[in-house]
């Protein structure tokens, strides 16, 4: 395949409008930030979707409680998700919100191709929903809460619905659902879950409400508007709608359907892994090519939780912190797929330790003496020898490695390996001591410092999908043009730093993070 017809559509959840952003949120959206900025450097066409999800019981009484109308409600919160993504230098190539018409368009479409294939029919529903999750659950999937109340798995209150509801015949793709994992073995990700997913379809399956009549906030049902659609039919619809559907025919779908990948935290693995691939089949759609459901964070041990008071809020850590220290420190902090703890002290560490000490003072100390003993140009070359080559070279396999990793969502390895170049940097400085050749060996000064800054170049670029302002900083004070910080070209012969060319006085990349007093 040629490198112009590699395309990656990538997504993110869409995020209930119900409440402001925080770190959970940020996290998702950012691992699909950081695997859409690597593979578009890679070559990739790549459509990177994010968005909110507007509609359902659970939006529209957060709605109530705010004495708001729905819709403005929803501008107004949606509008906090796309601030987000400002806030974050997410790069992603389309918003979509579930109130849209051009994502009812898509919703009533799929809806009237589950139902002309058979696989939609009307009943009654009496059971357990919970609005907290927009979940419906059986009654040995509860347990005992206070107050005589039912609980659900999440920990999140149920109460009894009854009322008239058109239903998909879920029960009936058991044995599909488990051919299409079977065949393909890398459909859900990280191994625990596609174990998780598996037995609970081995289980069995029941048929799923897919409409609701006793309030109005969603998707109205094709030819019965007493119904709208359950809020994660009209939900899951998302992906589809952003790459054209129902323009089945158009290049945008074309191009981009089926998604590549879907990016969910653990606890909504179940609707994208089961029920989503489901609906597509039913409609004869193809399902999406991969779920990657990573962990849950924490806040100093304690569970993230608007209740409990200790919501993360990204806007304030991004200020605290810095941007890229907090991009960096999500990523590098906790292995992929793994829950992690998110502590003030864990962030310091890793950005003190990382951040200010291993890179940016690698990078500092080198720009620094080339500042000041090579008039502020890139030294010679001339003088390298086979090690300074090998030196700049492992950098070649770091780029094979780290595309690897990110293929697999293993940013956390992706980063080490980053590492350990800036720390072998760090050790070739120490070393060589170019500050003693100075005097005794000009040229190989001029070598050693070469083999360093041309390092760091590489090091800037295969940083950018991870800490975009920084690493573009760095290439800045190295001059390396806009036009040659993708992969292909950074990594050619031809974009070699240059003997000679000025470079500007060095500027720290990473301060050093200090306490100060409150
Ligand atoms: O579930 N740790 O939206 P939502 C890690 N609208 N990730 C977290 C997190 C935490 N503590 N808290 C939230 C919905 N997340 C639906 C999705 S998609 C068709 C519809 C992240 O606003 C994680 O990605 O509740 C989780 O899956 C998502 O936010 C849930 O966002």
Redesign the pocket.
């Known amino acids: 395949m040629s490198s112009a017809t590699r395309t990656y559509y990538v997504t993110?959840?869409?995020?209930?409008v119900?409440d402001s952003p925080?770190?959970?949120?940020a996290?998702?959206s950012l691992a699909c930030d950081v695997l859409a900025r690597f593979l578009r450097l890679d070559g990739y066409k790549v459509h990177f979707l994010t968005g909110t999800?507007e509609h359902g019981q659970k939006v529209e009484k957060a709605a109530a409680a705010a004495g708001r109308d729905p819709k403005l409600f929803t501008d107004e919160v949606s509008q906090r998700f796309r601030d987000l993504a400002v806030l974050m230098d997410y790069s992603n190539d389309d918003f979509i919100r579930t109130t849209e018409p051009r994502h009812i368009t898509s919703c009533q479409h799929l809806w009237n191709a589950i139902k002309a294939n058979g696989h939609i029919y009307l009943g009654k529903y009496a059971g357990w929903y919970s609005v907290r999750d927009?979940a419906f659950y059986a009654e040995d999937e509860l347990r005992p809460g206070p107050n005589n109340q039912k609980i659900a798995p999440s920990g999140a209150p149920v109460e009894w619905v009854e009322e008239p509801s058109y239903f998909f015949d879920l029960s009936k793709w058991q044995d599909r659902l488990l051919k299409f994992y079977d065949e393909n073995p890398d459909f859900i990700a990280p191994e625990s879950r596609r174990n998780e997913v598996v037995s609970f379809v081995k289980n069995g399956l029941q048929d799923l409400s897919v409409s609701r009549t006793s309030f109005k906030w969603g998707v109205p049902v094709p030819n019965d508007p007493a119904h709208i659609m359950y809020v994660?039919l009209d939900?899951?619809t998302?992906?589809i709608t952003a790459a054209g559907y129902p323009e089945t025919d158009s290049p945008m779908y074309r191009t981009f359907w089926p998604a590549a990948l879907h990016?969910?935290?653990?606890?909504?693995v179940r609707?994208?892994a089961v029920y989503w691939p489901a609906f597509l089949m039913a409609a004869g759609v193809a399902p999406p090519r991969r779920v990657f459901a990573?962990?849950?964070?924490?806040n100093e041990g304690q569970?993230?939780s608007k209740s409990l008071g200790n919501v993360i809020d990204p806007i304030q850590l991004v200020e605290k912190y810095g941007l890229d220290q907090v991009r960096y420190f999500l990523l590098r902090e906790v292995p992929f797929g793994n829950d992690g703890d998110f502590s003030h002290t864990a962030m310091v560490r890793r950005s003190n330790a990382d951040l200010a000490n291993d890179y940016g003072n690698l990078v500092q100390r080198v720009l620094s003496m080339i500042n000041r003993n090579c008039a502020a140009k890139v030294p010679a070359n001339g003088a390298l020898n086979d090690k300074d080559r090998a030196f700049i070279g492992q950098t070649d396999v770091v780029l094979r490695d780290m595309r690897t990793h990110v293929q697999r969502q293993e940013f956390h390895l992706a980063l080490d390996r980053h590492a350990e170049v800036v720390a072998a940097a760090n050790r070739y400085v120490d070393e060589q001591a170019p500050w003693t050749l100075k005097k005794t060996d000009p040229a190989r000064m001029e070598a050693v410092l070469y083999t360093l800054a041309e390092t760091i170049r590489r090091l800037a670029v295969l940083s950018q999908p991870f800490m975009p302002r920084a690493s573009a900083r760095i290439l800045d004070q190295l001059t390396v043009p806009a036009s040659t910080r993708d992969f292909a070209i950074a990594f050619g012969p031809a974009a070699a730093l240059s003997p000679g060319t000025e470079l500007p006085a060095p500027n720290p990349i990473f301060p050093r993070y200090v306490e100060t007093a409150a």
């Open positions: 993110t959840p869409i995020y209930y119900n925080h770190i959970g949120h996290y998702t999800d927009e994660w939900a899951l998302n992906y990016m969910v935290g653990k606890d909504i609707f994208h990573h962990g849950w964070w924490t569970k993230i």
